[in-house]
């Protein structure tokens, strides 16, 4: 099993595979009060014959000269902010070399924060999927050791690590075997081992109870679509929090059929779901005293004889009808089912979670999420998102859209003004099921798969991207 501790001794002399060390920009070994002046000055020598770079997640890599490990790997920390520190983590982790046991990391720590932020970019940089591979040693278990780090960082950085990493297993699991029902057991699973509760709603009790959007999408699979209810309640709480997950657990567009290539991805649009249910599940085990529940709107949009047509018309939880013109815009159906059922209970906020418009990355890249809703709590979301160093940026929901989703036939229509604002409009679709519940929306389409190269903590596939947020969202309402 790859772990993470801390040590408090001299890193110089524990033995590993590699040991980590920064470069500071002024050409020295980033200072460690775990590292000696003679250990910083015989690596500085080597690394500055190598010109090493100080730029955040420039990797350089020497033999371990005067040090117990095997080789030392020296990471530009830039400016040796909390993001900088988890890019050098990030990008040093994968230079490490073939399969560590251990790894010490001497980066600069002087913070909690800073601590976190360094075990996050290691043990995430580092994170594979390789549950596919038959080569039985393809997993590569590492001791990773964040010297000079306190007890509590250690801890809460192993809460937010197990959840960025369990979010990235279930996105990566191939849809095959992750699917609405399988989905909804593994929660249940999660969700006991964390004690929380857990309620499922199968197909006959979406039915039943008039959940039409997850049904609709839904009802062109063999496998049956799922509603989950994951209820943290701590005693005392005086917050409670709902968060609503997109749980498409593979998205070929359905009739109205993705070509090919679009599709290749659409494993990662349960992505919402998966970060929900493990924002429940961090938030439990760090025992924040804020009530937190997470909706996983579970369907798989399958294109078949059983599949919704366009222009059927489905009717949401709670009454609204929708003219579905277009069966690949499902996000927007089985989040309207969620949001209606999430804001019943009468939270002071939802938040929902969705990779739900392509038009987010045409506006905004791979890198940065859209985040909309009630101004005060978009704002609240954009700024847990700096504290936290991940990319969202405010966007508007303007009026002028509005008229776009009239349907001629239905109170609405799932597809709105061709013209653009595609993400705008998808927004604009969702308000109209939160009634006066404060609400914030973020669009993490492109951000929630990296089709790319790794990038500081992010390797390739499922990122993880918006757990961070959503967790520093509730820790700041807990203290509010
Ligand atoms: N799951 C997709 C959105 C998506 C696209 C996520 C690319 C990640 C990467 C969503 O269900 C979708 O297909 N949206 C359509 C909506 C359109 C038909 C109004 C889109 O964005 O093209
Ligand atoms: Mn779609
Ligand atoms: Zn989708």
């Not at 830039?78 to 790894?103: H, I």
């Not at 039409?212 to 679509?225: A, D, E, N, Q, T």
């Not at 918006?466 to 807990?478: M, P, V």
Request: charged residues 20%; aromatic residues 4%; glycine residues 10%.
């Amino acid at each position: 099993m790859t772990s993470l501790t801390t040590a408090q001794e001299s890193v110089a002399s524990i033995d590993a595979d590699a040991l980590i060390v920064g470069w500071a920009a002024d050409g020295s070994v980033a200072a460690h009060p775990l590292l000696s002046d003679e250990a910083r000055e015989a690596i500085a020598a080597g690394a500055a014959a190598l010109d090493a770079s100080s730029k955040a997640g420039k990797v350089t890599v020497l033999p371990g000269v005067g040090v117990a490990a095997r080789r030392v790997v020296v990471v530009g920390v830039g400016d040796a902010t909390t993001e900088d520190l988890r890019t050098a983590a990030g990008e040093a982790s994968r230079a490490v070399g073939k399969k560590p046991a251990a790894v010490v990391v001497a980066l600069p720590v002087e913070s909690d924060e800073a601590a976190v932020a360094v075990a996050q970019g290691a043990l995430l940089g580092a994170y594979a999927f390789t549950d596919y591979k038959s080569d039985e040693d393809a997993a590569t278990d590492t001791a990773w050791t964040v010297a000079g780090a306190s007890d509590a960082a250690i801890a809460r950085a192993q809460i937010l690590i197990a959840a960025a990493a369990g979010i990235r297993d279930l996105v990566n699991t191939p849809p095959l075997d992750l699917f609405p029902g399988s989905f909804a057991e593994i929660a249940q699973q999660l969700g006991a081992a964390a004690g929380v509760e857990v309620k499922v709603w199968e197909a006959q009790d979406l039915a039943n109870e008039g959940f039409g959007g997850i049904l609709g999408v839904g009802m062109g699979s063999s496998r049956l679509p799922r509603l989950v209810r994951v209820g943290y309640a701590p005693e005392g709480a005086t917050q409670t929090v709902a968060l609503v997950g997109k749980g498409i657990t593979f998205d070929t567009g359905g009739i109205s059929l993705k070509p090919s290539k679009s599709m290749e991805t659409m494993k990662s649009d349960m992505t919402g779901a998966a970060t929900v249910l493990h924002a429940v599940i961090a938030a439990a085990r760090a025992e924040l005293p804020v009530a937190v529940t997470a909706w996983l709107c579970l369907a798989e949009n399958m294109p078949s004889a059983t599949a919704q047509r366009p222009s059927d018309v489905i009717r949401i939880y709670g009454g609204k009808t929708v003219e579905v013109l277009n069966t690949d815009a499902e996000g927007r159906l089985v989040m309207a089912d969620g949001l209606v059922k999430a804001c019943e209970e009468d939270p002071d906020v939802v938040l929902d979670v969705a990779t739900l418009t392509g038009a987010q990355g045409a506006a905004l890249g791979t890198r940065t999420s859209g985040v909309m809703g009630t101004e005060a709590i978009r704002d609240e979301v954009v700024a847990a998102a700096g504290e936290a160093d991940e990319l969202m940026w405010p966007m508007p929901l303007p009026e002028h859209l509005r008229a776009g989703i009239d349907s001629k036939v239905a109170d609405l229509q799932n597809m709105g003004d061709p013209q653009g604002g595609g993400m705008l409009t998808a927004g604009i679709f969702l308000r109209e099921f939160v009634g006066d519940t404060p609400w914030g929306h973020l669009d993490i389409a492109r951000p929630a798969y990296n089709e790319g190269k790794p990038w500081a903590e992010n390797v390739a596939g499922a990122t993880g991207h918006s757990l961070r947020t959503l967790f520093r969202f509730l820790e700041n309402r807990a203290q509010a």
